[in-house]
């Protein structure tokens, strides 16, 4: 296992349409975040889990916007009735839980690109 | 409110020089801080951290400075090369919170 990966690697979709996004985390890391990233802009956060727990979510998460885990492995992310303002790069990052818990260092993907018509 | 600024939007210097970036926070108590360098069309990739009880940390040709009564790190990379090229993220994570936040990076432009 040589990173974090995402896919697809470029996605573009019509406005209202759903769309899904995979990200498989570097194999031992238990925790798994959600980013947006927009041109000119830094990696916004979005969700993070622990294991198959979610256990944190932005404001920016809007209803339309929902993630999963669902063995602790992989993670989806899935955005309904897209609208242009989803247009961005969404980046998948994982890490291991440091056992101090005091920091950790994250390792990101190489990102989706979504644009949305 | 709550802002992480990072020094200006593109920085262009010359080979051989050292680029010098700086990252100012406001209303943050980090417990440590984090640099990434991102290529374009790519993710963030890790470079140094450096905890709240730290001031100086160097790997290579980087060095990273972390001022908690100026809010301030200062980035260094010494002897810069093109290949330094890129964006430069700071990013910052409090003590009890999960999320990391960015900066919005200075694209540094290394010249030949």
């Known amino acids: 296992d040589t990173g974090v990966s995402q896919d697809p690697r470029h996605k573009i979709t019509k406005r209202g349409q759903n769309v899904t996004f995979r990200c498989d985390p570097i194999s031992e890391h238990n925790r798994l975040y959600w980013y947006r990233q927009t041109l000119g802009q830094g990696p916004e956060f979005l969700t993070y889990f622990q294991n198959e727990a979610q256990l944190e979510k932005s404001r920016l998460l809007s209803d339309r916007f929902s993630a999963e885990r669902p063995k602790g492995s992989f993670s989806t992310l899935e955005i309904q009735r897209t609208e242009q303002g989803d247009s961005a790069m969404y980046l998948c990052?994982?890490?291991?839980?440091?056992?101090?818990?005091?920091?950790?260092?994250?390792?990101f993907g190489p990102g989706t690109r979504l644009l949305v018509l | 409110s709550q802002k992480i600024e990072q020094n200006s939007e593109a920085l262009n210097i010359q080979e051989g020089k050292t680029a010098t970036l700086t990252c100012n926070y406001t209303?943050?108590?980090?417990?440590?801080l984090q640099w990434y360098r991102q290529d374009p069309g790519r993710g963030p990739v890790f470079l140094l951290l450096?905890?709240?009880?730290?001031k100086e940390k160097r790997k290579e040709r980087l060095k990273v400075t972390f001022d908690t009564t100026l809010k301030q790190s200062l980035f260094h990379i010494t002897a810069s090369q093109p290949a330094d090229s890129a964006t430069y993220l700071c990013a910052l994570r409090e003590n009890n919170n999960n999320d990391m936040r960015f900066g919005a990076g200075t694209r540094l432009t290394v010249k030949p």
């Open positions: 209303n943050y108590s980090p417990a440590y």
């Open positions: 990052a994982s890490s291991l839980e440091s056992p101090a818990g005091a920091w950790e260092t994250q390792y």
């Open positions: 450096i905890r709240e009880n730290e």
